[in-house]
């Protein structure tokens, strides 16, 4: 049974920081590509972030040295560091992962920027 889980959004200040985390299992982790989506009200899902097998990473210039992706594929788990955050990074956050025509989704954590 495949299984993506998102975990550690919530509510912060502008120019906080959060880490979010997404457990993988299910599934041959380390041969997945793994990245962050995210999904504001009103708009279209966008690519935050990528990672590939090994870690080389791609960043959505929104978020360029703000936001770090990480993964560890001996935990089989894939974060998000989110620093800075401004009120446009409202979203939900989501987990992705893609082997060839392979692609897994989790179901979202919420991120809210407010004071």
């Known amino acids: 049974q495949v299984q993506l889980v998102e975990s550690g959004g919530g509510l912060v200040q502008p120019g906080g920081s959060l880490r979010l985390s997404c457990a993988a299992s299910g599934f041959s982790f380390s041969a997945y590509h793994m990245g962050w989506y995210r999904q504001a009200p009103g708009k279209q899902r966008e690519l935050v972030a990528t990672a590939t097998p090994y870690g080389i990473t791609n960043y959505a210039a929104s978020v360029r040295g703000r936001f770090t992706i990480s993964r560890d594929n001996a935990k089989n788990t894939v974060y998000l560091e989110m620093n800075s955050l401004k009120p446009e990074d409202t979203a939900v956050y989501y987990c992705?992962?893609?082997?060839?025509?392979?692609?897994?989704w989790g179901q979202g954590t919420q991120v809210t920027v407010s004071s």
């Open positions: 992705n992962a893609n082997w060839l025509a392979l692609n897994y």
